[in-house]
């Protein structure tokens, strides 16, 4: 009984502890996070391709790092793999930050009160049974790390330019 409490609370605690990182993250960082949400807002197919060829680029590393059966490369391979999750949540929040915009967009919540419901509905997501394990939550997890390097880079989605149509039938002469 004391084993079931025990892993009980400690998903208790993961599920507060989750949206309250992404909360400091985006109160810390607003504007990394909001070239996050950018880069999910505008381009989401470019942030998730971003994403796995970021994902690929680290995984080979510690993987190698991880198979080596030498001490110091094992930790340095378990470092490697903590700092690129906790990198990607910084492209969590920014997920969570798009989530919330469209909240407060069809409600009157406050910027803050969306971004927490926001991230509440991502961990949430990603908590549901079979669907939220094998689907939703590796395809956030790949975004996620696409809207990091996006936001870190500092590229940003180019504006697209109409072309009038005066200019159009002035180049046709």
């Given amino acids: 009984m004391a084993d079931i409490s025990a892993i009980f609370f400690i998903l208790l605690i993961i599920g507060i502890a989750f949206p309250a ?3 400091a ?4 960082f607003p504007a990394v996070i909001a070239r996050a949400q950018t ?3 505008k381009t989401p197919m470019q942030t998730f391709w971003m994403g796995l060829a970021i994902v690929i680029a680290v995984t080979i590393p510690i993987v190698i790092l991880l198979a080596l059966p030498f001490g110091p490369a094992k930790f340095i391979g378990w470092v490697l793999l903590a700092a690129s999750l906790a990198l990607s949540s910084i492209g969590s929040a920014g997920i969570a930050s798009h989530l919330g915009k469209r909240l407060t967009t069809q409600s009157s919540l406050s910027p803050l009160n969306g971004f927490i419901r926001g991230s509440i509905i991502l961990e949430l997501a990603a908590f549901f049974p079979v669907l939220g ?3 939703i939550w590796p395809l956030m997890l790949i975004t996620a790390f696409g809207a990091t390097g996006f936001a870190l880079l500092n590229w940003l989605p180019r504006e697209k330019t109409q072309i009038s149509s005066t200019a159009t039938s002035i180049s046709q002469a």
């Fill in 25 to 28: 993250w985006w109160l810390l």
């Fill in 39 to 41: 880069r999910v807002d």
């Fill in 133 to 135: 394990w094998f689907f």
């Fill in 21 to 23: 990182m992404l909360t």
